[in-house]
């Protein structure tokens, strides 16, 4: 059974840095594209970055530069480097695991992940 459990998420000023964690488990970590996604108040969940299993990446626009997606598949973890962070930022992040494994050219579909983590809080203040 899969298992995801996301950490890291604190409330911290605009500028500030944080880093989420995502523990997985109950499959073969390292075979399957792994995403973070977000999802504020009012609006529909959003992709942040994916990365494939051969390590490329791929971010949306807003966090180009100030976000990184990394995986140590040692430890079957995913990580997101959060700097620069904005009032903008601020939502509940959730990371997933695509739906099959293979590459998956680092989707940010949504609709393409089908196990999810519960998700945790992040709030930036100005």
């Known amino acids: 059974q899969v298992h995801l459990v996301e950490s890291g998420g604190d409330s911290v000023q605009a500028g500030g840095s944080l880093r989420l964690s995502c523990a997985a488990s109950?499959?073969?970590?390292?075979?399957?594209?792994m995403g973070w996604f977000r999802q504020a108040p009012g609006k529909e969940r959003e992709g942040v970055a994916a990365?494939?299993?051969?390590?490329?990446?791929r971010y949306t626009e807003s966090v180009k530069g100030r976000f990184t997606i990394s995986k140590d598949n040692a430890k079957n973890t995913l990580y997101l480097q959060m700097n620069v962070l904005k009032p903008e930022d601020t939502a509940m992040y959730y990371c997933?695991?695509?739906?099959?494994?293979?590459?998956?050219?680092?989707?940010?579909?949504?609709?393409?992940?089908?196990?999810w983590g519960q998700g945790t809080q992040v709030t930036v203040s100005s």
């Open positions: 997933a695991r695509e739906s099959t494994s293979g590459r998956c050219g680092a989707t940010m579909a949504p609709w393409r992940y089908s196990d």
């Open positions: 990365i494939d299993i051969d390590g490329s990446t």
């Open positions: 109950g499959y073969t970590y390292s075979v399957y594209c």
